[in-house]
């Protein structure tokens, strides 16, 4: 029997990056793209390689745009800390796993390293197809939190917890990370929300934006932690932000999200640096009037838009320079 599983990209509407501060945000998976993982018996544990974890190059030119665009590491160290962590959990919980092995495999066609969360999408379709083999039920809050130690700690990848989240939950979640909450369990309230009460979300990005997110989090978690008052600040704003938004969301009041997602990046780029190519795509999408904000850590936007004329006009605009634009399929469980 094979078990095939998936996960998706994630988009944060607003919050971010303060969910890996205390902070609060909002975030929803999208369909338009995927990671797959297929498990099934074997009578050896073997993981197999996907194209981005090839070694073989026909130049040092193209081994030098493939690390350019996906950076230097591909998917099997993903899968292989998942299973570690996996097995560590089942272990710690006196959770009993039989002695059967497995062949797993994954394929994934998010646009890598463009703060969609394509590496924790890997990891969650993991982690699902290895409790379906196994049958084992982990509750969501503590799915996700697994999902994030295997970048955090296994990997030692800098990363939020936002992600993994909306990723476990697979519909539009409100997160508060609450410090309190977070400290005494390890995790915050989570609660979900329909999709079919947002507003028009339409998603940009640039592929030769690639960056991974640890370039920025690992300077932000720094100044945070040595209590930079700018980045302190910036932290609470973002949170205000985002309980604002859930208010306007709650009475259809679009305009004031609209203003809120600009605001969002409007802070982050006074608090972290942003390239000229990122701040040009955002720039592009305000121009036609639409909002604009990072999805994540850059070379990705999330915005909203009034109407099928609107989206039309952003799509020429930022398409003329080279710029992908699509309306996200949101889900909703």
Known sequence: MIFETYSY???????????????????????????KVQLYQTPELQILPERLDGTNFNSIQELVADVNLAGYYGGMR???AMIKIFYEYCTANNIKIDDRNFTIRYKSNIPFRLGLAGSS??????????????????????????????????LGIAAGLQDR????????VCMD?????????GYGHYEELNAKNLPHFYIAYRKNLSEGTEVVHNNLKARFEIGDPKVLQAMI????IT???????DKNDYQSMHDLMNENFDLRRKTIRVSQGNIEMVELARSVGASAKFTGSGGAIIGTYTDGAMFSKLQ????SKGIEVIKPNIVNN
């Not at 699902?128 to 296994?154: G, H, M, Q, W």
């Not at 989240?165 to 539009?172: E, K």
């Not at 990370?177 to 369990?185: I, V, W």
């Open 177 to 185: 990370f609450d410090r309190d909450l977070m400290e005494s369990r």
């Open 165 to 172: 989240v909306a990723q476990a939950y697979q519909c539009p």
């Open 121 to 154: 999408a890997i990891i969650t379709a993991c982690l699902r197809a290895l409790c379906l083999f196994y049958d084992v039920e982990i509750p969501k809050p503590v799915f996700a939190n697994l999902v994030l130690s295997v970048e955090t700690e296994e």
């Open 78 to 80: 993903l899968l292989k």
């Open 237 to 240: 704003r973002w949170r205000q």
């Open 9 to 35: 990209p994630r988009a944060a509407v607003i919050g971010n990056p303060s969910d890996g501060y205390f902070g609060k945000t909002i975030a929803f998976v999208f369909s338009n793209f995927e990671a």
């Open 243 to 249: 309980e604002e938004f859930k208010a306007a969301l």
């Open 316 to 319: 020429n605009t930022l398409n």
